[in-house]
Structures are given as C-alpha cells and as structure tokens.
C-alpha cells in the first residue's frame, strides 16, 4: 500500500485527519496532523505510538519519526480545506504568475470548479486550482 494512503487511512480511523506528510534528510518522516478540536503533545505521542508498531509490520522505512500539529498557519491542500476554512485569511503562492503577481494575501471565499475565489482588498479574484503552489491560513489576532 502506498505510504500516503496507509497514513490516509490509519488516521482517519484514530479520528485524525492528515494534512501532509513528508521525507526529510536523514531518514526524517514528518507527518502533520489535525483534528476539529485541534491537536495536543497527547495526540501526537498517540499517533506515534501507533505509526512507530505499523510501520514495522508494513515495514516502511524511516530513521525517525516526527508527529505534529500543522500549526497556526495550516497548509490547505484538500478541496475539503477550502469550503472548511472559507472566510479565513490565506497567503497564497502560485506557480506561475497571474496579473504579474505570485504572491496574494486575501479572505478565502471558497473553490468551485477547480477556481479559487480570493476576496483581495475587496476584489474578487479567481485562482486556477492547477496554478496553486502553496495556500496556508494567515492567523489573525
């Protein structure tokens, strides 16, 4: 099984939801992890505990594991993200440059038809889903 869907489904079944996960140097698997109520240090030794006696049986190889929260700033990388965080603050990176600009910082409105709409100083603007590189909330305080 693919390592993305074994964590997909292992999570979901704790009761957590994946944000993302990646490889780093040295043998560095980093998982990001998120549920409504937010996630805690409990939850995080929790889920390791439970990935570190899986991985072993499906023999997935890692040096070091490292569970946590995606924190304030969480990357948006589902469609599901997008209508769950809609009138949140977002920074926003693309691809390729739209209007001459890579880099927006609006209120999500939310994603329809593969278009994200972007409230930007009270302009409405439409992002193409292929062009995002990066969508992370803006925490405001």
Not at 18 to 43: C, H, M, Q, T
Request: aromatic share 8%; proline share 4%; with cysteine.
């Amino acid at each position: 099984m693919e390592l993305s869907a074994l964590l997909e489904s292992t999570l979901s079944g704790m009761g957590y939801e994946l944000v993302s996960w990646e490889r780093a140097g040295r043998g560095l698997l980093r998982i990001f992890i998120d549920k409504p109520e937010g996630i805690n240090i409990d939850d995080c030794v929790a889920v390791s505990n439970h990935l570190t006696r899986l991985f072993t049986v499906e023999n997935v190889a890692y040096d070091r594991l490292e569970v946590s929260s995606p924190g304030l700033d969480r990357p948006l990388t589902k469609a599901v993200d997008f209508s769950r965080y809609a009138g949140q603050m977002v920074n926003v990176k693309l691809r390729v440059p739209m209007e001459k600009r890579k880099k927006f910082t609006g209120r999500l409105l939310g994603l329809e038809n593969d278009k994200v709409s972007l409230d930007v100083d009270g302009a409405v603007i439409l992002l193409d889903w292929n062009n995002l590189d990066s969508v992370r909330l803006k925490p405001e305080f």
